[in-house]
């Protein structure tokens, strides 16, 4: 099983924005790295996004805060290896609309609801469960 490692405090900090977001939700993107066997994710930074959608139970990062976040992560000699958000009256899995709109191949998203956060990455069309340790 794909593993994702998270520091606690980047965990409160995604659960804190989950709870300020509400009724709609919140978003970022994750920056880190992939271990050469590709089995574990690192997150070693939030960035935080604006959310554009319209409508309270989606989420669209905007494209400044994308292409700031990218740069960012560049400079620290990362990557963008994933994205968060929260589903405030849901459950923290993919929901279909996540489904309809995920299209980056091995990347990590993490899902926040009820003051849970729960770990997936997409892969080959599909999601699949990733373990999620600090």
């Not at 509400?22 to 959310?51: I, K, M, W, Y």
């Not at 960012?72 to 309809?100: F, K, Q, T, V």
């Not at 998203?109 to 990733?130: K, P």
């Amino acid at each position: 099983m794909t593993r994702a490692a998270l520091a606690e405090g980047l965990r409160a900090q995604i659960l804190g924005e989950a709870r300020a977001a509400r009724p709609g939700e919140c978003c970022g993107l994750l920056e880190g790295f992939r271990t050469p066997s590709g089995d574990e994710f690192r997150v070693t930074a939030l960035h935080p996004a604006q959310n554009l959608a319209p409508a309270p139970d989606r989420f669209e990062i905007a494209p400044e805060d994308h292409i700031k976040a990218f740069k960012a992560a560049r400079a620290n000699r990362h990557r963008l290896i994933g994205c968060y958000h929260s589903h405030p009256n849901g459950r923290a899995e993919p929901s279909a609309a996540d489904r309809a709109g995920a299209g980056e191949e091995d990347f990590l998203w993490l899902i926040a609801a009820d003051d849970r956060l729960e770990a997936f990455v997409y892969r080959r069309g599909e999601f699949s469960g990733a373990s999620l340790a600090g």
